[in-house]
Each structure stands twice: as C-alpha cells, then as structure tokens.
C-alpha cells in the first residue's frame, strides 16, 4: 500500500492510538463529574430474636461533611481534568502527529537509500557483464573483472542491509496507524522540489 504523509496524519487520527487517548479523555471527565458528590447513604437491616419475640431494626446513616471537604474535592477533579486534557492535546501532537511525522520520513530515508544501492547494483551488474565480455575476447585482465564482482558483492550486501533496516520504521509507522506493515511504502522523496529562484 502507497500511502502519502497527509494520508498518514488523517489515518493517525482514527488509530487505536486516537481512540486510547479519547477513552482516557472520557474516564477524565468521568473523574472530574463524580467528584465532590454527597457520599451514599447507608442503610442497616438487623433482626432480633429474644424471648420468643422478634425485633427488627432499620437504620440510615447518611454522611454529612461539614468541613468542606467537597468543594475542595471539585475543585481538585476540575483542574485535574484541565491537566489531564492538556496532556492529551500533548501527546495528541508528540505521539501522533510526529511519531507519524518521524516514522515517515524515516521510512522514506529508508527508502531512497534501497533505491540508490538497487540502482548502484544495476550499473555494476552490466559493468560486470560488460567486463566479463571484454576478458572473453581478451581485451581486459581478470583483475578488473574480479574488482567489479567484489564491489557489486558489497553493494548487494548493502542493499539487503538497507531492506532489513526499512522493516523498523514501516512497522512503526504501521503500528501508529493501524495497519498491516506488510507492502506499506511511504509515497514522497527527497528530491527538491522545483527550480531555485535566479
């Protein structure tokens, strides 16, 4: 799957990650609405047997705080739903906005640097075809031959480096949005874009 930077942030938006910070959101304002509030009265039921007689007994205990407490209590879930909020908007932008931001380019980094040595291979792949031709009808030392073989070795091994080492930020750019990493590629470059102004 192609996917864009703007397709990324709008994705990042409806990810498990935005849904956690909603739910946590929520639970906030649920604190900060239930705090302060009267405590439940108590009720008591008991039975007595003595004498052959039964008695039975209701008893209500209703709390009342008288020193404030409660005032205090919304106060302290007020603003505490305030930090909660602004912790959020925060991690609203550093985990998702960014981590998005960063997981892209470095996928895209990642990117340009398997292109750059694919194409690298292919120009040392027809060196060598090119040299091996030569050596057949003897118009060049096997040296060559072996220098362009060992070099395109190394470029190959690069190249299955730089393949290992995009999975890292495709994972987490997948993660971020939830999607599968498998096929996912960062549709962007970093060639400038456009002439420079004389």
């Known amino acids: 799957r192609r996917i864009t930077l703007e397709e990324a942030l709008r994705l990042a938006e409806k990810a498990p990650l935005a849904t956690i910070l909603d739910r946590e959101a929520d639970r906030a304002g649920a604190e900060a609405r239930t705090a302060g509030l009267w405590p439940n009265p108590e009720l008591l039921f008991s039975r007595e047997k003595a004498a052959g007689t039964e008695d039975r007994f209701a008893n209500v205990t209703v709390p009342l705080p008288l020193t404030g407490r409660l005032s205090l209590e919304r106060s302290a879930a007020r603003s505490g739903?305030?930090?909660?909020?602004a912790r959020i908007r925060q991690d609203r932008v550093s985990l998702l906005r960014a981590g998005v931001?960063?997981?892209?380019?470095?996928?895209i980094a990642a990117q340009e640097r398997s292109s750059a040595l694919a194409k690298g291979l292919s120009s040392l792949s027809e060196l060598v075809e090119i040299l091996r031709a030569r050596e057949r009808?003897?118009?060049s030392s096997g040296?060559?031959?072996?220098?362009?073989?060992r070099e395109r070795a190394e470029v190959d091994s690069d190249l299955l480096e730089s393949l290992g080492r995009e999975a890292r930020?495709?994972?987490?750019?997948?993660?971020?949005?939830?999607?599968?990493?498998e096929g996912l590629v960062a549709e962007d470059s970093f060639d400038a874009g456009g002439a420079l102004p004389a």
């Not at 931001?101 to 996928?107: G, M, S």
């Not at 040296?143 to 073989?149: H, N, S």
């Open 81 to 85: 739903l305030r930090a909660a909020e």
């Open 143 to 149: 040296f060559d031959l072996m220098r362009a073989e």
């Open 169 to 181: 930020p495709r994972g987490a750019l997948a993660a971020l949005l939830g999607l599968p990493s």
């Open 137 to 139: 009808e003897g118009e």
């Open 101 to 107: 931001r960063e997981a892209f380019i470095d996928l």
